[in-house]
């Protein structure tokens, strides 16, 4: 499979990791926080990443499945929303507000 999927971009799970070690080991990144990174370097977010209403409406959606979670007896099944639609958490057209 990886070696279909490579020419589109994809990486090894080596390659997919290498940030996240470079982050956990590497003494100088200790003093780095609030950063984006790729490739083991700081690397610019897309402007949505910085957005202050879009990170408010998510942080309000993840309260609402996470209480719709907890009072669901550990059913593990998506909450639906007024319209009975059951959301996953995948973007659809239906969550644009």
């Known amino acids: 499979m990886f070696a279909v999927a490579s020419p589109l971009g994809l990486k090894s799970i080596p390659e997919g990791a290498a940030t ?19 490739h083991c370097n700081v690397a610019k977010c897309r402007a949505d990443a910085n957005d202050p209403a879009l ?5 309000q959606r993840t309260e609402e499945i996470v209480a719709a979670l907890a009072t669901a ?14 959301h996953t958490f995948a973007p659809d057209a239906t969550d644009e507000a």
């Open 55 to 59: 990170a408010k409406r998510l942080w």
């Open 20 to 38: 996240q070690c470079y982050l956990a080991v590497n003494p100088g990144a200790a003093g780095v926080s609030g950063e984006y990174f790729s």
């Open 73 to 86: 007896g550990g059913r593990r099944e998506p909450p639906s929303d007024a319209r009975g639609a059951r």
